[in-house]
Every structure is written in structure tokens, then in C-alpha cells.
């Protein structure tokens, strides 16, 4: 089992900045975890954003957010974070982070295991 909390999200300005935390509770080391952030829009199907290995050494994003944001990990500190710059009203969402064990990387929301209860970003133009 594993308990995921993120926070971080908020109200930010078009051409702004947040880093979003997710925190992971575990009995397993959270290293052997794969890590991803979705996020769902009002009406929206949930959408990959980005995916994380175990380790941190590889990384994958969705199109409309590469150059943008970054996803990472400090697994010290059981954490995986998602920065985002440059935000517009489109990333306007609810946010997501999951995990999901002994898998490298994974962008499917079906393939993860466990989800957090999510955080609202919403961007003004």
C-alpha cells in the first residue's frame, strides 16, 4: 500500500510558475516505485503529463507540456515533484500523482496502482 498526498497547487497568473509535491507513505522503499502526474480539466478525460523511474533517471512527458515542465524526484525524502513554468488557462486542472511498482516507466493512467486525492491549479489569463 502506498499513501500519496500532493499539494502545491493554487491560483497562478498566465506566464507563471508552481511546483507541485507529492508525498509517498510506503512500507516499500519508495525507490522501487514509478511515479507519473495526470492531471483532469473540467469535462476532460485524465491526461498524462509525466512519468518518473524509480531511480530518476529517466523521465517522459506529454507533448503539450515538454520544455515546460519537469517532473523529478527525491527519494530521500519519499517526494517526486512536478515543476511547471511558463503555465497557461489550458493547464488549468485538477493534478494527479500515482504510483505504481516495479515498473520503469509507465504513461497509461490504468497501469498505476495507486493515486493521490489530487490538487487544483488554475491559471488566469
Known amino acids: 500500500q502506498v499513501q500519496l498526498v500532493e499539494s502545491g497547487g493554487g491560483l497562478v497568473q498566465a506566464g507563471g510558475s508552481l511546483r507541485l509535491s507529492c508525498a509517498a507513505s510506503?512500507?516499500?522503499?519508495?525507490?522501487?516505485?514509478?511515479m507519473g502526474w495526470f492531471r483532469q480539466a473540467p469535462g476532460k478525460e485524465r491526461e498524462f503529463i509525466a512519468a518518473i523511474s524509480g531511480s530518476g533517471a529517466s523521465t517522459d512527458y506529454a507533448d503539450s507540456v515538454k520544455g515546460r515542465f519537469t517532473i523529478s524526484r527525491d527519494n530521500t525524502k519519499n517526494t517526486v515533484y512536478l515543476q511547471m513554468n511558463s503555465l497557461s488557462p489550458e493547464d488549468t486542472a485538477v493534478y494527479y500523482c500515482?504510483?505504481?511498482?516495479?515498473?520503469?516507466?509507465?504513461?497509461?493512467?490504468?497501469?498505476?496502482?495507486?493515486w493521490g486525492q489530487g490538487t487544483q491549479v488554475t491559471v488566469s489569463s
Open positions: 500515482a504510483a505504481v511498482a516495479f515498473r520503469r516507466l509507465v504513461t497509461i493512467s490504468n497501469e498505476y496502482d495507486y
Open positions: 510506503s512500507g516499500r522503499t519508495f525507490a522501487s516505485y514509478a
